[in-house]
């Protein structure tokens, strides 16, 4: 009897059918396994018509039409879909904006000269901030500037009549437009507040007005939060140069002290990075017998220490469980956001340590250890020999690493791949204009078990580049191009003779990382650039972005500020919003008319690509190239 | 109350409303609040399935499902004990508890998966269409689709001959608009 193999149903990647293998073999539940037994979910909750704002509730609207029509309060399925929608782009932006808000403190503390082993690696960089802040600098030494610069930084999160200063980043005709609209942001947190202010029972009851704010929310993480997190990571850790580097799980070694260091900041990976190189350190773990000591990144931290430093980066989102399932992970050392906290059930199969680091994010059956930046290396060397002492831990019969890696290039921030161009974005823009490449795409997100794992991200990414369309990407889709070898110099082997041959003149791949999921502000400075040089506003570039696989508020956000800057974006999964038809109808389609950019759901990434392309195709005709 | 529990499963999104009604209707406290806490705990006797997968919800098929209550029963057939009964024409199959020894042959004939079994392990369980209850079955007055519903073979009948007659009036009526036939 031929016993059906869920593993390659649920995962394209060939490192997680092993591991998957692996799981139903020892028994170990995974996120794939709980979401069949969520099936079949809620369909109030999947079309968004069911609210618990109110204890008069919870309350579901009858999509069709019998039983009850309003909420209680009177709130219709329009005002329902839209106060979660908001709810949901509140959540993300606070997340990408509160790890913006870190960083910042971060780069306070260094400015004080209590930074501890955390320093200005990219000067130059913080001096361009400083200016843009309209920093005196004349006659001032780096660290009096540093200092006002760094609580220039810091009060955007509590201001309360804007503008944020890097919103003034996009086109002129961007902001004239924001202004127009009334959704030019006041202050970081203000928005977030307000979002929840006008979601509470009785407050705004207009779907538009609460999308508009949606819009403004997003606008003040994209143009905000995030970007502030990308900029001040880049003075901190270093603006990201190319780089070559390894990912998927074969990056686990057998003989080595194997830490993964998962979540989203980078003040914890990068101290991590350094504690392991700790002669001391690295001593003991070779007297417990290791060879070395082997930290490899998942998700957005592994995204920042891949492009700063080539570390290894072992998997995407939903390969957290796996990691630990090859039965050679020491320690799981975590931050905030994307860790399911099913984490410490899957550890406590295997001798893994999960270690939680932030007093935001804690996790039942973790072992917490509380890192402070201002001891930053003395903590993440605690953690470290936390690890370390745990390799004598290790059985090796539970041991099973596939072996399955790819080499990728990455490292591209906008500085770099302009530094790829000869210093300027001119051979980029007359590779577009002669239709060598034909545009642009940003396809970022995350990974959802409802999708078979990167089938529609590579897939995707493969569509486009085959029609001469150069990608950029992050976060976990970026992940998953590594994975597949499309971030190779080879891969351009793989796009269309257009981008193939700009490819091979620039010495670049046709797939560019970016970084993470903050990173996703390094595509938008990357548009306004490219609008700026073109004279036209970023609407008509010939450029689409995707998250083909997403699952967060985050992408709810990041989705959100992408059409708020005027780009086309693809959905890949569907979002909670069908249960209203005019909400709908105005993200997908009035929204263009508002602020220039729109979504689609497509859930066939072939469909996807076409899309995108037939938009990108309709650019170029519209700007006469 | 005599009657029949009809599905309309395109009406189902899987809210499990039905699922919870059920476990609280057949609970001691028979008060959602209270019934979450008991021992033992309380158990559903309709279940809601995926019929056929689809990424938008509305084009998904789910439904719930419990007992049909046949008439020739295969459970009451199979019973060695004669713990289940038909009780009137359109009305329930029921198990007397007290009888079953557990042997779950029941389980085993019925075509339609619909009886499980208790906690304790002692009895079967299966849907009794809320026979002692004042109203309509439970999971009928929780589903706020109407995917559910309570009525006998008769009015169902009438309903549906209603309905097909008015998509044939409708036709009738155009066809003598356009003139093809007099």
Redesign the interface.
Known sequence: MRVKDRASERSSDLASQFMLRKAEREGIETAWDRLEKQ??????G??GICCRNCNMGPC?I???G???TKGVCGATADIMVARNLLRMIAAGAAAHSDHGRDLAHTFLLVAEGKGNGYEIKDQDKMMALAAEYGIETQGRTKEEIALDLAKAIYAEFGKQEGPIQFTRRAPEKRVELWQKLGVDPRGIDREIVECMHRTHIGVDNDYTNLILHGIRTSISDGWGGSMIATDLSDVLFGTPEPVKAVANLGVLKEDEVNIVVHGHEPTLSEMIVAAASDPELVELAKKHGAEGINVVGMCCTGNEILMRHGIPIAGNFLQQELAIITGAVEAIVVDIQCIMPSLPDVAACFHTKVISTSPKAKFPGATHIEFEEARGYEIAKEIVKTAVDNFPNRSAAKVSIPDVKAECIVGFSLEAILKALGGSLDPLIEAIKSGAIKGIAGVVGCNNP?VKQDYNHVNLVKELIKNDILVVNGGCNAIACAKAGLMTLEAAEQAGEGLKGVCKKLGIPPVLHMGSCVDNSRILMALAAMAKALGVDIPDLPVAGAAPEWMSEKAVSIGTYFISSGVFTVLG??PPV?GSANVTKLLTEGAEDVVGGKFAVE?DPFKAAQLMIDHIMAKRRALGI | MEGNIFIDPE??????SCELACAVEHSQSKVLFQAIFEEPRPQPLVK???VREA????E?L?SPLQCRHCEDAPCIAVCPTRALEKRGIEGPVLVHEELCIGCKWCVLVCPFGVIGLRRDGKAIIKCDLCFEREGEPACVEAC???ALRFMTVAEFGRERRRKALAELQRGLVLGKEQRLWR
């Open positions: 099936q079949p979910q809620c369909g109030f999947q079309l579901r009858d999509p069709f019998e039983g009850p409802k999964t569907v069908l859930t | 009406r189902c999104l899987a809210c499990k809601v399935e995926l990424p938008i919800a509305l998904r789910t706020p689709t109407k």
